[in-house]
């Protein structure tokens, strides 16, 4: 009997039992979707919660002095060459190159003095791609150069201060000495970052403004954050970035510098592949439970096939023929099932805003705010391991009956009523 003919053979197969058959795709499609919508949450979630990550923090690389990570004090600043600053932005998957200055610091009003954490950047060199904080401001305005006057506070830092528009701040840090220095700025605006902990202790201020207070020549800076098109290329940067530089600096990827959000995120990645597991566990059961009843059912058949000829192989190969149908037209069903779901959940997605905002301890994790509004996108290597996965399992859970099909007694079976 030819290939062909056992493939035709299967199909014929499968539709004598069309309920059963019909039920059999839905779940298969049904856990299909489900895996893709979990891992597509997971994959737009957490690829927007990195770019946040690095937009709050030093960027998705990020260069420093050797000290710094152990010791994050001014006096062990550096400062990065307009040459070589040149040279990494030339790098295929480097989007911008960006100063910063940040370190501790105690703010003062008239009514109050709170500790603070302080960013110093330079508003001609950000933008949105860079700087989370500019999205957030509800009053005053935003930096236009690295020399302007004014301080931007955390809303909750602003109100603990009792500080508004055009009131006096004095901030207290210490400088490249380590000396205690001071400076005074009135409030030019207000932002908030969706972070509980970020907007009670947040401060803004121009590089410009910062350097001349503690001294640092025009290109000196605590750290150098480097931004990426791709975050998910943040190692093989920053590999190439310490080739280039040598030892004269630490390169870190945004999960050394926050390894709090990196341990968050694997907790998440973990729970979720558990589920995904599950599902599969499920799905392969279903599959196997009807390609095991259809072989008891047709014992006799088999039994009779193998009298006239047909051997224990080309029943194997039958039987898994019509696992791989299954496999098939569920991934199939699958697609259909998902596209219309994942088409509005990539461009429009869900505000979580109203729910969330019962709890605004959810907003914040490691500091960063996230983004209420939930939107997918999965990345393809693992949209393919998903339909892949689908086609194994499914094949998988074939084996045990197409060999059961293949090891009928034909003297036995044919006495069966």
Known sequence: MTGSAI?????????????????????????????VLM???????????????ARFGAGHVT?????????????????????????????????????????????????DTFGAMFIAYDPEREDENTMEFTEGLTAGKLFETAKDDGIILGRTLA????????????????????????GMERVSGIVTTGSVSTDAALVLLPIGTVRKV?????????????????????????????????????VLTWDEIQPEIKAFIAMKVGGGRVFEIVIGILVAAGI?????MSVLERTREFGIMLAIGYSPRQLFAMVMAESAFLGAMGLVLGVLLTAGPYYYLYNTGIDMGPIMAENMESFDIGGVGM?????????????????????????????YPAWKAGRVDPVESINLV
Do not use: C
Not at 39 to 45: F, I, V
Not at 288 to 292: P, R, S, Y
């Open 159 to 182: 109100k603990n201060l009792d500080a508004n528009l055009g009131d006096k701040v004095v901030f207290t840090l210490t400088d490249r000495s380590g000396e205690i220095v001071s």
């Open 371 to 399: 983004d209420t509004v939930l939107r997918i996108g999965i990345f393809p290597e693992n949209a393919a391991a998903i339909a892949i996965a689908i086609v194994v399992a499914t094949l998988a859970a074939g084996i």
């Open 288 to 292: 196997f439970n009807t390609i095991l």
């Open 63 to 111: 260069l420093q002095h050797p000290e710094y990570q152990d010791q994050p004090t001014l006096t062990r600043s550096i400062s990065l060459s307009e040459e070589d600053r040149a040279k990494d932005s030339s790098d295929e998957d480097v989007l911008k190159i960006v100063d910063r200055t940040a370190g501790q610091a105690m703010v003062s009003t008239a009514s």
């Open 7 to 35: 493939v035709k053979m299967a199909w014929r197969n499968l539709w004598r039992q069309r309920r059963r058959t019909v039920l059999t795709l839905i779940s298969i499609a049904f856990g299909g979707f489900l895996a």
């Open 214 to 250: 503690v001294g640092y020549d025009p290109t000196e800076t605590t750290q150098v954050a480097v931004f990426l098109d791709n975050g998910r290329k943040s190692v093989e940067v920053a590999q190439r970035l310490r080739e280039r530089h040598g030892g004269d600096y630490a």
């Open 39 to 53: 891992t597509a949450m997971q994959d737009r979630s957490f690829a927007d919660f990195i770019d946040n990550a």
